[in-house]
């Protein structure tokens, strides 16, 4: 049985880390490009079509926005609380200069600062060729020694060789900087491809976090 997930409400947008809602539980990070499916991707995820306001318009995501999740692991009885987050979309050029130098210094900050982020699910369009600014922004998480997983997203929108080849030569272009490369999923929210290996990676973090707390009490 794979981990359900039994609610997904909004909680709150925050401006700033400090804003943010008690620390008191696991949380994910959804973080990408704008347009890169992250909207589509959560609700793939939680099973609402009307939960991440999906748009047309890149940018739209402009706040720390976070979700209040309860799932049941697979064999279990107890429901698990979890925050998962939607972030602002990095690289959107049409933004104010200023604006987007906030924008930065707020995702940085929350992303250093919060202290119960167990993993930064970074979305790469499977469409593509490895982008400068996605491979920048994954430097820069290794810098910091944050833990992140990659994710592609809109697999069913290429062929499957092409898709297999662009994440092929993104981790060669990684490997330039990498000694080490990190877990990853390849995904479609029109076919959920991916989401059962997403949740499963979840539902092991979430398990690990209350084995730890318990050693801790």
């Given at each position: ?109 929350y992303l250093r600062k919060r202290k119960n982020l167990l993993n930064i699910f970074v979305l790469i369009d499977a469409r593509h060729k490895p982008q400068k600014i996605d491979l920048e922004f994954i430097d820069s998480l290794g810098e ?74």
């Open positions: 049985m794979q981990m359900q997930i039994t609610k997904a409400a909004y909680l709150i947008s925050s401006p700033s880390v400090d804003k943010c809602p008690q620390p008191d539980r696991p949380e994910y990070a959804f973080i990408g490009r704008s347009n890169v499916g992250k909207s589509s991707l959560i609700n793939m995820l939680c099973n609402n079509a009307k939960l991440a306001k999906t748009s047309a318009a890149p940018g739209k995501t402009q706040l720390i926005n976070h979700y209040e999740i309860e799932s049941v692991a697979a064999n279990q009885k107890a429901r698990t609380k979890w925050f998962l987050v939607d972030l602002p979309g990095y690289g959107y050029a049409k933004r104010a200069q200023k604006l987007r130098k906030q924008w930065t210094k707020m995702i940085e900050d910091w020694q944050l833990p992140f997983t990659i994710v592609f997203t809109k697999a069913d929108k290429e062929k499957p060789g092409a898709v297999e080849r662009n994440v092929k030569l993104f981790f060669e272009k990684m490997k330039e900087n990498w000694e080490f490369l990190p877990p990853y999923f390849v995904t479609s929210a029109v076919s959920k491809s991916g989401k059962d290996d997403v949740l499963k990676f979840i539902e092991d973090c979430n398990l690990d976090y209350a084995a730890s707390n318990a050693r801790a009490e």
